[in-house]
């Protein structure tokens, strides 16, 4: 898209909401695009973007592609949803203003120098310019937002990109995660805990008091927020607000304001905010209204199963902005590797290097694996008591990140985010017998379809998993017998200059 002269340039240190992150990618060429046609919420809308940008696990074919605005929903007059923002670790790269490839180091050390969100006025809080109270006759969650259903299996319409604000109720401190939020009727939510995460226990806590948990969902943020939300403990431990690294990452804090019907935040220039409570000793099945047995789809690439007993959350209102945009995603798709993948990236590296310093190059939460299963490290063997340390670093990213299910091991020679490349190293590198670690036993993620001890009887129960090491580095004495073959190092772009486009970094 090219800019005319009227048009002031974006930078990624400009951003402070989504409509300036559109703005920034609007500058670039195929990274945005529009559509007036309409689209049916109902499983189109999801089956539109596989083919344009979904990427990741979705089945094939699909690709990676623009972030798409869908501008005609069919059945909500005036309403705008945006699918794929995060869809491109290229995409990324420039929302945070950032090289692609070091990514991991500029979040590792955004974690490393947080900056606390700051409190405002509700006259400086755009997400409030319209409200909705729930106790309005009228009011009813299911015609007010289009939430999309991704399949037609699905449980029901989902907010996929609803970043929860809770609180702890002993403590008082407060946590971002996103969840799985399932439209149960006019003003309920269903919503999926994974057991251990932070929000989980201050649910558990206000239930063993027999009170409501206050929560906000907030949606259609700064990529910044996402992408920061998304760090797991122990990278992140109880207490820690990861709202203050996505102050890190644009060097200012992030605005909150209190909601207007519950007590908590919301964050001030979100588009849209779902103010309510998880109640307490309430449950209900996700699919009671559908009994498809499913969920949505899940990272792995598969349709979860429908949960039976979810936690309820009753809506107390929705605020959102003048011609709010409601941001979701494929949950298979390439999205969900750059907000999950690039915390953990960021998470093994800052482990690695604190134990092993200057060794670990760099890392890549891979894209099969959804940003959770599958890390492929880069590692330099300096010297001869270098070797055996890439197992160390494994085994160093498999405890940091035990939601990791497979790591492979390349030497510095061999570009991590290059498909090809790895695979040549393990072709080559990679002998089974000697260069595999298995650990056995050990628990995985509950996405994960083959952790069951019907698929393997190694496995006692549902969820632990056999984590596996590939050694595709050249043994440390034997690396002059592996040197890649030394082309000339010249500039292409004199003899071929329209297949070169300017550097978008330096």
């Given at each position: ?208 008091a027999g009170k409501p948990l206050p929560v906000t969902i907030n949606m259609g943020l700064d990529p910044a927020i996402y992408i920061g939300a998304c760090f797991e403990a122990p990278t992140t431990p109880f207490g820690f607000d990861e709202l203050s690294v996505a102050g890190a990452l644009r060097n200012r804090p992030v605005e909150l304001v209190d909601a207007l019907t519950v007590a908590q935040k919301s964050i001030a220039r979100a588009e849209i905010v779902i103010e309510g ?230």
């Open positions: 898209m090219k800019k005319s002269s009227e048009t002031v340039d974006v930078q990624a240190s400009d951003i402070n909401d989504l409509r300036s992150a559109i703005a920034l990618l609007q500058q670039h060429s195929g990274q945005y695009i529009e559509t007036d046609h309409q689209v049916d919420p109902h499983a189109e809308l999801a089956g539109v973007y596989r083919h344009i940008g979904a990427g990741g696990t979705v089945k094939r074919p699909t690709r990676i592609g623009p972030a798409m605005m869908f501008n005609n929903i069919k059945g909500y007059a005036g309403s705008r949803v945006l699918v794929g923002v995060h869809a491109s670790r290229e995409r990324a790269g420039l929302l945070l203003g950032c090289a692609p490839e070091k990514l991991a180091f500029h979040m590792g050390n955004a974690v490393k120098n947080p900056i606390q969100p700051v409190t405002v006025s509700a006259d400086r809080a755009l997400c409030q310019e319209q409200v909705f109270r729930a106790d309005d006759p009228d009011f009813d969650l299911r015609t007010l937002l289009p939430a999309p259903t991704n399949t037609e299996i699905d449980a029901g319409p989902f907010f996929c990109l609803g970043l929860v604000l809770a609180s702890d109720p002993q403590e008082g401190h407060s946590d971002v995660t996103i969840h799985r939020l399932c439209v149960q009727g006019r003003d309920e939510l269903s919503m999926f805990l994974a057991a251990g995460r932070h929000i989980e226990v201050f649910r558990q806590k206000a239930e063993a409570e998880i109640l307490p000793h309430v449950r209900v099945a996700e699919d009671q209204h559908t009994h498809t047995g499913h969920a949505m789809p899940e990272f792995p690439g598969y349709c979860g199963d429908a949960n039976p007993s979810l936690p309820v959350i009753k809506v107390k209102a929705v605020t959102m902005r003048h011609h709010a945009i409601l941001q979701t995603l494929v949950g298979p798709g390439e999205e969900h590797t750059t907000l999950a993948g690039i915390p953990t990236e960021a998470s093994i590296f800052n482990a690695v290097e604190a134990a092993i310093p200057g060794f670990l190059q760099n890392v890549y939460a891979h894209t099969a694996g959804g940003g959770k299963f599958l890390a492929v490290l880069q590692v330099k063997k300096r010297q001869a008591t270098d070797e055996g340390r890439q197992g160390q670093a494994a085994l160093i990213a498999l405890a940091t990140y035990y939601e990791l299910k497979n790591v492979i091991l390349v030497d510095e020679d061999v570009d991590p985010f290059d498909s090809d490349d790895v695979m040549w190293a393990m072709s080559t590198r990679y002998q089974g017998d000697v260069s595999t670690t298995f650990l056995p036993g050990i628990r995985g993620h509950q996405l994960d379809p083959s952790q069951m001890p019907d698929y393997s009887p190694s496995i006692r129960a549902r969820g632990i998993s056999c984590k596996t090491i590939f050694d595709c580095t050249v043994p440390y004495d034997l690396k002059e017998r592996f040197v890649r073959a030394p082309f000339k190092d010249v500039d292409p772009r004199p003899f071929a200059p329209q297949l070169f486009t300017p550097q978008l970094f330096e």
